[in-house]
């Protein structure tokens, strides 16, 4: 079984610049969120969707973060435009609906460089 | 304002068992306690979770205090493999994971 992929796994862009971030949950797993670490801080939560629908976007940061989920299958992440405080590793994790606290399976990350 | 404490980093001898403590006083009746580890470029990945009772699985065991406030992961013969950054984690009722600072092990061959 095919685990959580994110891509790029780098990206290096200038402030001002639009940058997406992909990721493909594992298949079948409707639950799918997205979590980020910027420099010398913890990994936070930033949203949360069920299949297509967003359940929590209490984490995104502001309005220049966009996420969606258009048919309930891979998940895009845009900034538009990039700051420099957005530099960090950005993650992607996805679970099954079926249990209650159900392990979070993790993709390796984005890592996101703004100049 | 992390909901989980964590030391920064510790150090084991190789096949010693390891205590990973972590202090989480602000934890709800509902939350659960997780427990992650990351390797190098990659992303988390799970080692084990609970609710009161301490639990035990192939990779590790995970002791609970009483009253929640704390809980120890026990990796019982470490490995050279183990050495990994372990994070602490609250999950709410909306499975949104609350992670600590994380503690780096290190293993002494």
């Known amino acids: 079984e095919a685990g959580v992929t994110q891509f790029p796994s780098h990206s290096v862009i200038e402030k001002g610049q639009t940058v997406t971030l992909r990721c493909d949950p594992i298949s079948g797993h409707d639950n799918l969120y997205w979590y980020r670490r910027v420099m010398g801080k913890e990994i936070k939560f930033l949203l949360h969707?069920?299949?297509?629908?967003?359940?929590?976007e209490s984490g995104m940061p502001n309005n220049r973060f966009l996420a969606e989920r258009t048919g309930g299958t891979y998940s895009t992440l845009k900034v538009q435009p990039a700051e420099l405080e957005d530099s960090g590793v950005y993650f992607c994790a996805s679970s099954p609906r079926q249990a209650k606290r159900e392990t979070q399976y993790f993709g390796p990350g984005t890592r996101l460089l703004v100049l | 304002d992390a909901k989980t404490t964590q030391p920064n980093s510790m150090e084991s001898n190789e096949e010693e068992p390891v205590h990973l403590p972590c202090n989480h006083s602000t934890i709800s009746g509902t939350d659960y306690i997780h427990w992650y580890r990351q390797l190098p470029s990659q992303g988390p990945e799970y080692v084990i979770h609970?609710?009161?009772s301490n639990v035990n699985n192939r990779m590790a065991s995970l002791a609970i205090a009483e009253d929640r406030k704390s809980s120890t992961l026990i990796l019982h013969r470490a490995t050279l493999r183990d050495a990994a950054v372990y994070y602490c984690?609250?999950?709410?009722?909306?499975?949104?994971?609350?992670f600590g600072t994380g503690t780096s092990l290190t293993v002494i061959p």
């Open positions: 609970g609710l009161t």
């Open positions: 969707f069920v299949k297509e629908s967003k359940q929590d």
């Open positions: 984690i609250l999950s709410t009722t909306g499975n949104q994971f609350y």
